[in-house]
Structures are given as structure tokens and as C-alpha cells.
């Protein structure tokens, strides 16, 4: 399990202020949720903590680890994104393992992995079909199998329930959650939604206008 720890990050585009040197310590195997309008700077403070985005000011440490200068790659992150990002010709057990693919994981841990994930996220008979013959909560998953076989402690998602329809955004949630118990995950979460939030997390971190509001546990 990896602690998330954030020392007076800015984040500016010229003379537009994103972030406002904000400090913030998540807490190792704990469910955080960054919640706030849109523009408030949610989405910012989880790029700058994926490295996506570099912070104009402060630090960023994953388990003690100074990763301010550090790649995506180099951070041992997973990342679930709003638009699912699933490649239309690969099956679903390709989708999922691609990344391993990338990372030239050998071919035998890659099947043990892809068999635990699926069957972690009841995608067992699916591994042969195409994202087009899924339906939205089929390719949300397939979305999170791709993030959870890479084995990070520590995972990042921005949204990822939005395009989904009430009831399932509420069956995932409690999935959702109890996947991060069940594997011990530092997972933080961005959402406007306050009724997800309040349902999911640990730890709710309001943000508006680029600065840290109120903290609720």
C-alpha cells in the first residue's frame, strides 16, 4: 500500500491560477475522493499526482518517494479515465493486457494475471469479444481490468462512472468499492457528484476555485 502525500502543489497557465499551493495527505489503502465543480481543479491535482500534468510549484510523494520529476511510468500508478479508451480491434483479454504487452511482461505471469483480474470483475465469458459487443458497464470494467492487472498500489479515476446510467453508476460504486478493500488500493477518485462521493470515501476532499475548502472523513 503507497501513501499519497501533496506539499503546496501550484498549478498555472500563465495568469491562470488552477491550483492555489495545496496541501494534501492521503492516507495508504484509504478511498479519496476529490469532489468540486467543474474548473474547480480536481482533474489537475489527479494528473500532477499521475504526472500527466507538471505542477508549477511543491512536491509529490508516493510512498515516501519524491516523484515531482518523475514519469507516469516511473510513479507504479494505475489509471481509469472518464472516455474508457478501449482499442476497437483488440478482444477484451487483449485490451487488458496491453499494457503488460508494452512492458514485455512474460507471456505466462500474463495469463495468471489476466485470469485473476477477470475473474475479479466477472469478465470470464467475455474475453473473446470487441469492445463494440459490450455494453457501458461491460467496457467500464474491461476499463478497470486494464488499470488493476498491472498490480499498482496505487490507482487514479477521473469520473469514470459518468457515462453510465443511475442504476449501474450505483451498482459499480459499491463494486467499485469493495474491489479497493478487497486488494487494498490507494485509490483517489474525481467526481462532481456529492451522493458518490459521500457513498464511497474515506475521505472527501472539496475543492473550489484551485484551493482546498474542507476535508470530510
Same mark, same amino acid.
Given at each position: 500500500?503507497? !501513501?499519497?502525500? @501533496?506539499?503546496?502543489?501550484?498549478?498555472?497557465?500563465? #495568469?491562470? @491560477?488552477?491550483?492555489?499551493?495545496?496541501?494534501?495527505?492521503? %492516507?495508504?489503502?484509504?478511498?479519496?475522493?476529490?469532489?468540486?465543480?467543474?474548473?474547480? =481543479?480536481?482533474?489537475?491535482?489527479?494528473?500532477?499526482? !499521475?504526472?500527466? *500534468? #507538471?505542477?508549477?510549484?511543491?512536491?509529490?510523494?508516493?510512498?515516501?518517494?519524491?516523484?515531482?520529476?518523475?514519469?507516469?511510468?516511473?510513479?507504479?500508478?494505475?489509471?481509469?479515465?472518464?472516455?474508457?479508451?478501449?482499442?476497437?480491434?483488440?478482444?477484451?483479454?487483449?485490451?487488458?493486457?496491453? =499494457?503488460?504487452?508494452?512492458?514485455?511482461?512474460?507471456?505466462? *505471469?500474463?495469463?495468471?494475471?489476466?485470469? *485473476? #483480474?477477470?475473474?475479479?470483475?466477472?469478465?470470464?465469458?467475455? +474475453?473473446?469479444?470487441?469492445?463494440?459487443?459490450?455494453?457501458? =458497464?461491460?467496457?467500464?470494467?474491461?476499463?478497470?481490468?486494464?488499470?488493476?492487472?498491472?498490480?499498482?498500489?496505487?490507482?487514479?479515476?477521473? %469520473?469514470? +462512472?459518468?457515462?453510465?446510467?443511475?442504476?449501474?453508476?450505483?451498482?459499480?460504486?459499491? %463494486?467499485?468499492?469493495?474491489?479497493?478493500?478487497?486488494?487494498?488500493?490507494?485509490?483517489?477518485?474525481?467526481?462532481?457528484?456529492?451522493?458518490?462521493?459521500?457513498?464511497?470515501?474515506?475521505?472527501?476532499?472539496?475543492?473550489?476555485? =484551485?484551493?482546498? %475548502?474542507?476535508?470530510?472523513?
Amino acid at each position: 500500500m503507497s !501513501a499519497i502525500e @501533496l506539499f503546496e502543489i501550484g498549478k498555472s497557465w500563465g #495568469t491562470s @491560477l488552477a491550483l492555489a499551493s495545496i496541501s494534501l495527505h492521503i %492516507e495508504a489503502g484509504t478511498f479519496c475522493v476529490l469532489l468540486g465543480p467543474s474548473g474547480c =481543479g480536481k482533474s489537475t491535482t489527479l494528473r500532477i499526482i !499521475a504526472g500527466l *500534468e #507538471t505542477a508549477t510549484s511543491g512536491q509529490v510523494f508516493i510512498d515516501g518517494r519524491d516523484v515531482t520529476q518523475a514519469s507516469p511510468a516511473q510513479r507504479g500508478i494505475a489509471m481509469v479515465f472518464q472516455n474508457y479508451a478501449l482499442f476497437p480491434h483488440l478482444t477484451v483479454a487483449d485490451n487488458i493486457t496491453f =499494457g503488460l504487452s508494452v512492458r514485455k511482461t512474460p507471456a505466462l *505471469e500474463a495469463a495468471k494475471r489476466l485470469k *485473476e #483480474t477477470a475473474a475479479l470483475l466477472g469478465l470470464e465469458s467475455l +474475453l473473446t469479444r470487441r469492445p463494440s459487443q459490450l455494453s457501458g =458497464g461491460q467496457q467500464q470494467r474491461v476499463a478497470l481490468a486494464r488499470a488493476l492487472v498491472a498490480q499498482a498500489k496505487v490507482c487514479l479515476m477521473d %469520473e469514470p +462512472l459518468s457515462n453510465l446510467d443511475a442504476q449501474l453508476r450505483q451498482d459499480m460504486r459499491r %463494486e467499485l468499492r469493495d474491489i479497493q478493500r478487497q486488494l487494498g488500493l490507494t485509490l483517489v477518485y474525481v467526481t462532481h457528484d456529492q451522493a458518490e462521493a459521500m457513498s464511497m470515501a474515506d475521505q472527501v476532499v472539496l475543492l473550489n476555485k =484551485g484551493h482546498v %475548502e474542507q476535508r470530510i472523513r
